[in-house]
């Protein structure tokens, strides 16, 4: 009970956090302007950015689906992408825990083994999970690292003012050392469950569950097609920034006669933005996943309007309207893939 009601304090903060968010990035706009942007960009690119979207949660699974065949080798390619596409709604209401729904979601359509019991068992589901977005954490710190290498003069301000200030600003020596003294803790306490697991029921199901996830995090090294995986992570990556690009285009192609003096300008401010350009907002817009607001509402709105801003000068109104576009028809996409998802399953179950 204590739990539940921790886990529910907790949404309403950060619900809390996201309303704030929205309400300080949409203060002061002009709502009239605002519409016109919408009415007058080219919603044909539009079309296209959510169409990549849908690419990349397909693709997500199939890379997924790599990390899976080496504990259950009969998970369905739908299988997958129903689990991902289903995991997103979740996370739209309850961020994180989609991850933990799309892994029962595996389990549940595991093969069996001759004990009646699940291939891929949750404990090693979520182990590819971990490893999985592990290898999502990597490419944002090489797209980052690169930005850094070809782009310093053009970006590098940013990044280390706007991000790498915050964060070392942020990070003591003290935090530093309690971080690595509780994961050596933990690191202990899960060698003593291994070791001393005979003992105890309690203690042999807690080895097992680790085990499972080392299991799980393990299946990157007995992948059939190693290069499979890398390939499907290049391609997803390149889904999203093509879905960057798709609204880069769009607000571009605003056609200034049927928009207010408040846009004409700003219109001018985002026609030089190039397909890099368009690779660094969507660099930006992942970071504000950082902040653990419900489906991203607010965050990264601000996140997207204040790099435009603060790199390129398109005024907030500019930002705005592209952060909207961005994250809006994501947020449909990801509704409309869900959806379609479970009815898929509703039918299968029949």
């Known amino acids: 009970m204590e739990k539940r009601v921790s886990n529910a304090l907790n949404y309403l903060l950060w619900l809390a956090v996201a309303v704030v968010l929205l309400y300080f990035c949409f203060k002061g706009v002009d709502w009239k302007a605002f519409w016109e942007g919408l009415k007058s960009c080219r919603w044909e690119f539009i079309a296209i950015s959510m169409g990549f979207g ?3 949660f397909w693709i997500r699974g199939l890379r997924w689906r ?3 065949i080496p504990i259950d080798s009969s998970t369905k390619r739908l299988t997958v992408f129903n689990a991902v596409n289903i995991s997103y709604i979740v996370n739209m209401v309850m961020p994180r825990v989609g991850e933990f729904v799309r892994c029962g979601f595996i389990t549940r359509h595991s093969a069996r083994d ?3 019991k699940p291939l891929a068992s949750y404990d090693k589901v979520l182990g590819t999970v971990v490893m999985e977005r592990a290898w999502d954490v990597m490419m944002v710190i090489l797209l980052v690292l690169g930005f850094l290498t070809v782009g310093m003069g053009r970006y590098g301000e940013f990044f280390v003012s706007g ?3 915050p ?7 003290g935090g530093v050392l309690l971080t690595v003294l509780i994961i050596l803790v933990l690191a202990i ?3 003593l469950a291994v070791k001393y697991r005979h003992r105890s029921g309690y203690l042999s199901r807690v080895a097992s569950f680790f085990e499972g996830i080392k299991e799980g995090l393990g299946t990157c090294l007995r992948m059939r097609s190693g290069w499979k995986f890398v390939v499907l992570t290049l391609m997803i990556w390149m889904c999203y920034w093509m879905m960057s690009a798709g609204i880069v285009w769009a607000v571009q192609g605003i056609d200034v006669g049927k928009v207010s003096p408040v846009l004409q300008g700003a219109v001018a401010n985002v026609s030089g933005l190039d397909m890099l350009d368009a690779l660094f907002l969507m660099m930006a817009g992942s970071l504000s996943s950082l902040i653990p607001v419900p489906g991203g509402f607010g965050a990264f709105h601000w996140v997207v309007a204040t790099s435009l801003l603060t790199m390129f000068g398109v005024p907030w109104e500019m930002g705005i309207l592209f952060a909207t576009l961005s994250h809006e028809s994501q947020i449909i996409t990801q509704a ?3 959806g379609l998802s479970y009815l ?3 039918f299968r179950r029949r």
């Open 66 to 68: 790599e990390l899976l």
């Open 114 to 116: 001759s004990q009646d």
């Open 189 to 191: 306490l899960v060698f």
């Open 163 to 165: 991000i790498l200030d």
């Open 167 to 173: 964060i070392s600003a942020k990070i003591s020596s």
């Open 336 to 338: 409309v893939c869900g």
């Open 344 to 346: 898929s399953e509703v």
């Open 54 to 56: 849908a690419m990349s």
